[in-house]
């Protein structure tokens, strides 16, 4: 396994452009968001801010790491309800998995991060209904940071 410690977001600190591209019946459709991303608590973790203008809606992401048990838990709230998010749980490896459910029925859900360099990384949602087998991706995001 690889080392993690609390700076392994570090990266993410900052302002950034993001290209949205998300799931829609059987198409996809894309949005603009802004992002601005800030350290917690002498650095054990993040909060971002998210605002997708066209839709008036908006959100963050608190990432935590827990040097304990040397995981990071991200959860995400949305200005549409306010309500926070069960936590998905990764590694150093930006991998993240955990559990919710859509319509009543439960999901396994996975982040993967793909950071390409100090100013530009991807970010991919999927939801699985087979415990992992499958996986369907649904929502995905480019960032760039903003010079």
Not at 65 to 74: G, I, K, M, T, V
Not at 100 to 111: A, F, I, T, W
Request: glycine fraction near 10%; charge should be negative.
């Amino acid at each position: 396994m690889l080392a993690m410690a609390q700076d392994d977001f570090d990266f993410f600190h900052g302002s950034w452009t993001v290209r949205n591209r998300k799931r829609a019946g059987e198409g996809w459709t894309e949005f603009p968001a802004t992002c601005t991303v800030r350290a917690l608590i002498g650095g054990i973790g993040f909060i971002d801010e998210m605002s997708f203008p066209e839709t008036g809606t908006g959100g963050s992401t608190i990432g935590l790491y827990d040097s304990e048990r040397d995981l990071w838990a991200h959860y995400w709230v949305s200005t549409r309800n306010g309500v926070l998010q069960p936590a998905v749980y990764g590694s150093a490896a930006k991998e993240f998995y955990g559990d919710d459910e859509l319509d009543g029925k439960p999901m396994r859900v996975r982040y993967l991060w793909d950071v390409r360099s100090h100013d530009d990384f991807g970010w991919e949602q999927a939801f699985s209904f087979d415990d992992g087998n499958t996986w369907e991706v649904d929502w995905v995001m480019d960032f760039s940071r903003v010079s």
